[in-house]
């Protein structure tokens, strides 16, 4: 794994409206960052970080198994009362999980290490699977990179298959706060590939929609049968119709047991099905006298979004921290892995999983420590 100058394409602005691609840059700051690109190996990729993705989805999904009718654990996530019976009935229909990443610190000398489950909403997805592709094609076509250049990436032939199988071909609602560019360009990006899979599509925002006796319905009075959301399941259980029987009567995708790895908490309880995992901290919730062990950690709230709230310590030393307005349900407290340096830049390596498998790869780098949303996304190679 190394860290490269890479030549930015002189004509990158027409190739990125060409896609789509309207989130380049954030308040007026690169976010997308072609002037330097991660190289990987195959073996790397293969042995290292493809592995530990798939070890660790199937390690989740033993753990959402046992946690998802266990109260004491419900409680302890923060998981409000009335939506346990939702929870539990979603996992027990198996209804299916579209997506995940998994954020990991890796250097390329040891195992990646497990920072957190992004499990309900995470983005950085449309660049990950066709905005660095896209590069990936056209840098070897320029004579950038060699002919044999690949890349960690099957996410969007995996995106049209997942959508085939959860949905086989009946309409999807797609739903987001659309006032943000990022999560618009996500949904769209996620709706065409439910189309592309033989979905009738919608794309509306969050407030868009209602209640009709005990069904969700758009402004058009259509019945919401299924919908994807951009939205945390926290969030959903915190509002006003999250106690309506419309949520049972609705078919979610990211389905409501996917709240449970979404908490930061998860990763204690995935620690304590799995300690010394070799890809996996130590990490205790911040009550439990076990956490007074971690004399260098990553403290991190329950539930959190970009990096906030995110403290990290070394004895009485603070390394590093975010703001945020997040926190109010607890903390955990994580081993600390300080992000590997290159250059005084700090990657974190977003793997992907679909269906449960893993499917790609993003690399976002910041010269902060922790990673927030004004990290920048470079593409990466696999060269060998």
């Known amino acids: 794994m190394r860290r490269e100058p890479s030549p930015p394409r002189p004509d990158f602005a027409e190739e990125a409206r060409k896609i789509g691609f309207r989130y380049a840059q954030a308040d007026g700051e690169p976010y997308w960052d072609e002037r330097a690109r991660y190289v990987f190996s195959m073996r790397e990729i293969e042995e290292d970080i493809e592995t530990a993705t798939a070890d660790l989805s199937a390690l989740c999904e033993d753990v959402v198994a046992r946690l998802v009718r266990d109260e004491q654990a419900l409680e302890r996530l923060r998981v409000p009362r009335h939506a346990w019976s939702l929870i539990a009935e979603s996992h027990a229909r198996r209804d299916a999980s579209l997506y995940g990443r998994f954020d990991f610190s890796y250097d390329g000398e040891g195992p990646p290490k497990l920072l957190e489950y992004n499990a309900d909403t995470p983005t950085s997805l449309?660049?990950?699977?066709?905005?660095?592709?896209?590069?990936?094609?056209?840098?070897?076509?320029?004579?950038?990179?060699?002919?044999?250049?690949?890349?960690?990436?099957?996410?969007?032939?995996?995106?049209?298959?997942?959508?085939?199988?959860?949905?086989?071909?009946?309409?999807?609602?797609?739903?987001?706060?659309?006032?943000?560019?990022?999560?618009?360009?996500?949904?769209?990006?996620?709706?065409?590939?439910a189309a592309q899979a033989g979905s009738w599509t919608a794309r509306i925002d969050m407030r868009d929609i209602g209640l009709?006796?005990?069904?969700?319905?758009?402004?058009?009075?259509?019945?919401?049968?299924?919908?994807?959301?951009?939205?945390?399941?926290?969030?959903?259980?915190?509002?006003?119709?999250?106690?309506?029987?419309?949520?049972?009567?609705?078919?979610?995708?990211?389905?409501?047991?996917?709240?449970?790895?979404?908490?930061?908490?998860?990763?204690?309880?995935?620690?304590?099905?799995?300690?010394?995992?070799?890809?996996?901290?130590?990490?205790?919730?911040?009550?439990?006298?076990?956490?007074?062990?971690?004399?260098?950690?990553?403290?991190?709230?329950?539930?959190?979004?970009?990096?906030?709230?995110?403290?990290?310590?070394?004895?009485?030393?603070?390394?590093?921290?975010?703001?945020?307005?997040?926190?109010?349900?607890?903390?955990?407290?994580?081993?600390?892995?300080?992000?590997?340096?290159?250059?005084?830049?700090?990657?974190?390596?977003?793997?992907?999983?679909?269906?449960g498998a893993p499917a790609g790869m993003g690399v976002r780098e910041d010269v902060s420590l922790v990673t927030t949303d004004r990290s920048r996304f470079l593409p990466h190679v696999i060269i060998d």
């Open 126 to 193: 449309f660049e990950s699977a066709v905005v660095q592709w896209f590069w990936l094609e056209q840098m070897i076509a320029r004579g950038h990179l060699p002919k044999g250049a690949d890349q960690f990436n099957s996410l969007h032939d995996r995106l049209i298959a997942r959508w085939r199988e959860i949905a086989g071909g009946a309409p999807v609602h797609f739903a987001c706060m659309t006032q943000s560019v990022e999560d618009r360009g996500n949904v769209a990006y996620l709706a065409d590939c």
């Open 212 to 355: 009709s006796g005990e069904i969700f319905v758009d402004r058009s009075g259509r019945r919401v049968e299924r919908l994807f959301k951009l939205y945390p399941w926290e969030w959903m259980f915190a509002d006003a119709f999250g106690k309506s029987a419309a949520m049972g009567a609705t078919r979610f995708v990211e389905p409501p047991w996917k709240v449970i790895p979404s908490s930061k908490g998860f990763l204690a309880y995935l620690w304590e099905a799995a300690p010394g995992h070799p890809n996996l901290l130590p990490c205790f919730f911040e009550d439990d006298a076990r956490a007074s062990s971690l004399t260098r950690y990553a403290r991190k709230p329950l539930y959190s979004r970009e990096g906030a709230n995110v403290a990290l310590f070394d004895g009485e030393t603070r390394l590093a921290h975010t703001d945020g307005a997040y926190g109010a349900e607890g903390f955990v407290r994580q081993q600390l892995c300080l992000l590997p340096n290159f250059g005084g830049r700090y990657p974190v390596l977003g793997c992907w999983l679909v269906g």
